[in-house]
């Protein structure tokens, strides 16, 4: 008997619970059918962005891969990928509602995994740190996400100034890119606080690094508005009134999570998914979720890869009809942050570690030579 598992969201966590499913758990329950359901026919590795807006540093074709093709290996029957939008979840049909370019389509599963992650919070700018989201009519956002990144490397080609709000991981990243890339452009760093990376562990070993590439840092600069001018150049406000006039603003402040399908009795109060230790949704039947949809402990590739594994075996374990397991994360933090090509910082623990470790695991390739492997599946 068919048994139907619906995947909403096609980034880094979906890729890989579709694929375990498909390659490993479809030994055992051959009749299993994986529905895909992405708003972008192509995967972007937005890992890179952070380099990626650096005109010319990488190619397009090293960010973004058809999806569907990355499952060709699969037998039809066992796959169907739909570029959609996922409008609402009937609990009680347990059906899935896809907003797609010939209308809504109504998907009926068994079990279902949501993956559907976070968006960038400043929805006003169209920044290619997330792929850009767009409205229920939209019917693929590949080319909105590629638009935008195009834009922003126009931008950064011709700015001679550039503010970065936001001194979490992508701000401080891409200070640190733009610098190495361009030493003749002023990069300032705004933080709303007195440190970088919210006070972590490691931000003053971040701070070293991207000071000595020659960004600036702004503390205590929490941005509340911004203006064009008649010279088309920015201005900046912070809630101490000052004003900072620059030729690029890029705003990385903050996740949204693209939660908006589903009832409220299943989201928490920042909208984030409610997930139990085994990633089981609240309120819903035969639901799981992983990645930035959860942000559980926080929002981050490797967590999103341990999550996945963690949901795919459970999915399993249902098929089944045995017990769920516990999703395990790692047995202790770990942080990896670029600071150009040649440097970096990372910690696992509490304990910093050489840049050289940054460079190997990140700097050198952010990597892209991962991405092919997650569409394919190579990487399990």
């Not at 990243?173 to 610098?179: I, K, P, Q, V």
């Not at 040649?342 to 570690?353: K, N, P, T």
Request: proline fraction near 4%.
């Amino acid at each position: 008997m068919v048994k139907t598992v619906v995947v909403v969201g096609a980034s880094y966590a979906g890729l890989a619970v579709s694929h375990r499913l498909l390659k490993y758990t479809r030994q055992q329950s051959p009749d299993l059918r994986v529905v895909l359901v992405s708003k972008s026919s192509q995967f972007y590795w937005n890992i890179a962005a952070i380099r990626a807006v650096v005109p010319e540093a990488i190619r397009d074709d090293q960010l973004f891969h058809p999806i569907e093709p990355g499952f060709a290996s699969y037998p039809s029957a066992n796959f169907q990928f739909l570029v959609g939008t996922a409008s609402s979840i009937d609990d009680s049909a347990k059906t899935a509602s896809i907003q797609t370019s010939t209308g809504t389509q109504k998907i009926s599963y068994d079990y279902l995994v949501l993956a559907s992650g976070a968006r960038a919070a400043t929805s006003d700018i169209e920044t290619p740190w997330k792929a850009v989201a767009t409205g229920p009519d939209d019917k693929d956002n590949y080319s909105q996400t590629l638009a935008a990144l195009h834009a922003t490397q126009k931008r950064v080609a011709a700015a001679k100034h550039i503010v970065i709000a936001g001194a979490g991981p992508t701000g401080v990243e891409t200070s640190a890119e733009l610098r190495y890339a361009h030493k003749d452009k002023t990069v300032v760093l705004l933080t709303a606080g007195d440190t970088l990376l919210s006070g972590d562990s490691i931000g003053s070993t971040a701070e070293r690094e991207i000071t000595s590439l020659g960004v600036q840092i702004q503390r205590n600069a929490r941005v509340t508005n911004t203006r064009s001018l008649a010279n088309g150049k920015t201005e900046v406000v912070l809630e101490s009134g000052e004003t900072i006039e620059t030729d690029l603003y890029l705003p990385t402040m903050g996740l949204a999570p693209n939660s908006e399908y589903l009832p409220a009795k299943s989201l928490n109060e920042n909208k984030y998914v409610n997930v139990d230790e085994n990633f089981q949704v609240q309120g819903l039947r035969d639901a799981w979720a992983c990645g930035d949809i959860v942000s559980k402990p926080r929002a981050g590739f490797m967590l999103a890869d341990k999550q996945a594994a963690g949901v795919a075996k459970n999915v399993e374990l249902a098929l089944q009809g045995k017990s769920q397991l516990a999703v395990k994360g790692f047995p202790f933090d770990v942080m990896i942050g670029a600071a150009g090509r040649d440097r970096g910082f990372v910690r696992a623990g509490w304990i910093g570690l050489p840049s050289i470790l940054a460079w190997a695991a990140k700097s050198r390739t952010l990597g892209l030579d991962s991405a092919p492997k997650y569409v394919n599946g190579s990487q399990w």
